[in-house]
């Protein structure tokens, strides 16, 4: 199909980029897509500049979530490229960092499920306080978690205070790796709940896993927004 002189109709560009004709009105509503021309009879006419644009927007959408896909393109219409280049950088680091996190809860879990528990003493047992300090969380993170599900401790009788058995401790070591990693607490509490006598689960495996696949399907859809971008930041300037 032409791209050239507004000869696009709004189901060409929505044909085009694999979108309902509501998504492209609610992508021009939004600033990512420019003003439509319109025509007498108040037909919206778009160009190549539009189908560029809202290809550029999938593409980051499936990368960093329609949120910063859309400031990223309004960006490429609005801004200066340096201030674009700079959110895209951000988007790239984001993605980093998950990469990161995630490899580091790879091994903080493998380590941590193969500690030995069935050789430990009563007195290793700990208590919110001391758990807190050994993790570097706050005692009402350790609450939460208990409220949760996530960490269940064990409760002396006569005070009804909370106290951690070794495996609980391991078992709060592993939520707090996760939980940095970006992990919900509704996804763990269906982890943890999969970990019987100090074993880790194959669902934690598989949901690692997962979450490695998700980190490289975005970091590749922001690849390939980079040549959507630039096609939008050559029409803009020759506009």
Not at 72 to 88: D, F, G, N, S, T
Not at 138 to 146: C, Q
């Amino acid at each position: 199909m032409s791209t050239l002189n507004s000869s696009l109709r709004t189901v060409d560009v929505a044909r085009g980029v694999g979108y309902s004709v509501q998504q492209v009105r609610n992508l021009e509503r939004d600033g990512v897509l420019p003003p439509a021309l319109r025509t007498r009879a108040g037909y919206r006419r778009y160009g190549e500049i539009h189908l560029r644009s809202a290809l550029a927007y999938r593409a980051l959408a499936a990368g960093v979530g329609p949120l910063a896909a859309k400031r990223i393109v309004r960006a490429a219409h609005e801004r200066p490229i340096a201030q674009l280049l700079a959110l895209l950088d951000a988007a790239h680091a984001g993605l980093d960092r998950e990469r990161r996190d995630l490899a580091l809860a790879k091994r903080a879990a493998e380590a941590i499920a193969a500690e030995p528990i069935d050789d430990v003493r009563p007195s290793d047992s700990m208590g919110v306080s001391e758990l807190a300090a050994a993790l570097g969380v706050r005692a009402s993170t350790l609450r939460h978690w208990d409220a949760e599900g996530l960490v269940v401790p064990d409760r002396v009788a006569a005070q009804g205070t909370r106290r951690y058995a070794p495996a609980q401790v391991r078992d709060a070591r592993i939520v707090h790796q996760l939980r940095s990693a970006g992990y919900r607490i509704d996804t763990l509490r269906s982890l943890m709940s999969n970990l019987p006598r100090g074993r880790r689960s194959e669902d934690i495996d598989a949901a690692l896993t997962a979450r490695d696949a998700s980190i490289t399907a975005r970091s590749h859809a922001l690849l390939d927004s980079a040549a959507a971008l630039s096609a939008v930041i050559v029409l803009v300037a020759a506009t």
